[in-house]
């Protein structure tokens, strides 16, 4: 179904945000599952596109229903339909394309700065006029990536953003609202007092810097969806034995 976005939630509260009023105003149906309870879909071609969520898991923990995620990812792929992957779901990519997924030396928690590259200066952040964005962080673990992956933003730390032919990772949350930030605080609030972190610091404090927040997720946004867009003007077909993207007939 050329409108019907799948959301996978690797933890109940880590949603979509902002992200699912931007994919409901353009039309598209979003199905929602439950990693954890629900059984993770096979059949790529009846969805627009894939968002994978972000959870406290790790990749490297050998999880039945995130090595389902990553097959996911690599039939996803291999038919180009478009994937997004939000913190632990960049971490999924990252390892379904080859790269290694590991604990970081030092966890990226609240507000920090990262820096957009050339490349993703006209891809994924194409829009955005600076180079230098603040964004929400909770993270502890990183990637690194094959050779054939672009790089699009990093931090000081860690590699930010990428893309993978029709997979997209970022490791911030874009999609953020003081809603949430308040929600992840009460239920990852342990890991906040190991880390020294308030949760009031955590929350937006000013309008205009929350504006500024939903702006930058809606260019995000665009530029993803415009990868849908393009898609669902072509079919999968064969040329000279190799599947391609090829134009639909009217």
């Given amino acids: 179904m050329e ?11 880590e949603t979509l945000g902002t992200l699912e009023e931007l994919f409901r105003c353009d ?9 954890q309870s629900d059984p993770v879909p096979i059949n790529v071609q009846q969805y627009a596109a894939i ?12 999880v039945k229903y995130l090595k389902k995620e990553q097959e996911l990812i690599k039939h996803a792929l291999t038919d180009e339909i478009p994937v997004l992957g939000i913190c632990l779901g ?5 390892q379904a394309i ?3 997924v590991y604990k970081g030396g030092k966890k990226e928690i609240g507000w920090s700065t990262v820096e957009i590259n050339s490349a993703g200066l006209v891809d994924l952040f194409k829009g955005i006029n600076t180079q230098e964005i603040e964004v929400f962080q909770w993270h502890g673990d990183t990637y690194d990536l094959p050779p054939n992956a672009t790089i699009m933003a990093s931090s000081k730390l860690y590699t930010q953003a990428f893309r993978f032919g029709s997979a997209i990772g970022i490791q911030f949350h874009l999609e953020i609202t ?17 880390e020294w972190i308030e949760p009031k610091d955590l929350l937006v ?3 205009p810097e929350l504006r500024e927040v939903r702006q930058r997720c809606k260019t995000v946004y665009s530029n993803f969806s415009k990868m849908i867009k393009n898609r669902s003007m072509f079919s999968t077909g064969c040329i000279d034995g190799h599947k391609r993207l090829v134009p639909k007939s009217s």
């Fill in 27 to 35: 039309g598209y149906q979003i199905e929602n599952i439950q990693a």
């Fill in 51 to 62: 968002i994978i969520l972000g959870g406290p898991m790790a990749v490297y923990d050998n």
């Fill in 3 to 13: 409108n019907k976005i799948l959301s996978i939630q690797n933890i109940s509260f």
């Fill in 98 to 100: 080859g790269g290694k």
């Fill in 178 to 194: 003081n809603e949430m930030i308040r929600r992840w605080a009460e239920e990852y609030a342990k890991e906040l007092e190991c």
């Fill in 90 to 94: 960049s971490q999924l990519i990252a």
């Fill in 205 to 207: 404090q000013k309008d």
